[in-house]
């Protein structure tokens, strides 16, 4: 991904720090639209072929996997895949840019703010086209993201974690520095790493995070040739969404 810091001690941290994180839940309320969506001829989930683009360490890839999808996963960090490569070494996982995927899908998902971390809005764009790309009739894409409505009404603020596992204890604190003007938030992260109560690692990596408008991403997805079908408040596909709602998940087919 662009603009980014997916390497070193983030990623070799990553899972603990999101060791929260309900990936399978997730992908229970995505399978949920899935099947809501594709036509019922096609909707035996061990004939669908699912891009998880952008996967990381390849949690939801997994998950889907383990749901009956035949599941790729496909990040550009090589580190984040060498992760995912050693959780799951009969699923595939490929160190690659989706543009430079060539073959059809019948479900397309990049989920935790993918798109936001692609950079500016022409990055989107090009994006969502190789979605496209990959998509056949009556294929189904699926994504979450930051909602800039949201964004400017209740600006990010300085959040803090620990997590402690196997005598390991995190302290991860995010700061963000939010740029409303050019629609940027600079993540700037301090991760401290204690064995036995001695700190054995630090590390500050940042991410650069891009918000956009719902209408800002109709309008990139209208551009590569998708459209909307469905936008619902992250994890509630039956409530519609609100200007308050911090990430929306879209569901998206070809025009």
Not at 107 to 127: C, E, M, Q, R, T
Not at 174 to 188: E, N, S
Request: glycine letters at 8%.
């Amino acid at each position: 991904m662009k603009n980014t810091n997916y390497s070193g001690t983030f990623s070799k941290y990553y899972d603990l720090i999101n060791k929260g994180k309900d990936y399978d839940g997730e992908a229970r309320v995505i399978d949920s639209v899935i099947r809501k969506y594709l036509k019922k001829e096609n909707s035996g989930k061990k004939s669908l072929k699912l891009a998880d683009v952008g996967c990381g360490t390849g949690n939801h890839t997994i998950a889907f996997s383990r749901m009956g999808y035949r599941a790729y996963g496909f990040d550009v960090s090589r580190h984040m895949i060498g992760i995912a490569r050693g959780k799951s070494t009969g699923l595939h996982f490929e160190c690659k840019s989706f543009k430079d995927v060539n073959e059809p899908f019948d479900v397309i998902i990049s989920l935790f703010d993918v798109v936001n971390a692609l950079g500016p809005y022409k990055n989107l764009v090009g994006f969502f086209s190789s979605v496209a790309k990959n998509m056949k009739n009556g294929s189904i894409f699926i994504f979450d993201a930051w909602n800039g409505s949201a964004v400017f009404l209740h600006p990010p603020e300085i959040k803090t974690k620990t997590i402690e596992w196997k005598g390991l204890k995190i302290e991860r604190k995010a700061i963000p520095k939010t740029d409303f003007l050019r629609q940027v938030c600079t993540l700037k992260y301090d991760i401290k790493a204690y064995k036995n109560g001695r700190l054995a690692e630090r590390a500050n990596p940042s991410i650069v995070i891009n918000f956009f408008t719902y209408n800002e991403i109709a309008s990139a997805l209208d551009a590569s040739g998708l459209k909307v079908v469905q936008a619902f408040p992250y994890k509630e596909p039956s409530k519609k969404i609100a200007e308050n709602d911090w990430k929306i998940n879209f569901v998206c087919k070809l025009r």
